[in-house]
């Protein structure tokens, strides 16, 4: 059974940073499209970041230049560089794994990020 689990989210200062992590368990990451979502409260979740198995890569535009999605199949962990947090970040966080085409579509628990003073 395929698990993701995030970790690395937390309360951290305007201007701050964080590091999210997410480990895939139970497949190979290296067959996976990978990304980051996050749902605030009220809102639609939505697309922050994601990854293709060849590490081509795409942003949301308010995090453009200050995110950085990266991933090590050899650890079989994605990651979320967030640096320069506004308050508008603020979520939670989820890892998603996708192979299309075999209908595989796997998601994580959510993390808690915020972001306040």
């Known amino acids: 059974q395929v698990q993701l689990v995030e970790s690395g989210g937390g309360l951290v200062q305007p201007g701050g940073s964080l590091r999210l992590s997410c480990v895939v368990s139970?497949?190979?990451?290296?067959?996976?499209?990978m990304g980051w979502y996050r749902q605030a409260p009220g809102k639609q979740r939505e697309l922050v970041a994601d990854?293709?198995?060849?590490?081509?890569?795409n942003y949301v535009d308010s995090v453009k230049g200050r995110f950085t999605i990266s991933r090590d199949n050899a650890k079989n962990t994605m990651y979320l560089q967030m640096n320069s947090l506004k308050p508008e970040d603020t979520a939670v966080y989820y890892c998603?794994?996708?192979?299309?085409?075999?209908?595989?579509?796997?998601w994580g628990q959510g993390i808690q990020v915020t972001v306040s003073s």
């Open positions: 998603n794994a996708k192979i299309i085409v075999l209908g595989y579509d796997y």
């Open positions: 139970g497949s190979i990451v290296s067959r996976y499209a």
């Open positions: 990854i293709s198995r060849g590490g081509s890569t």
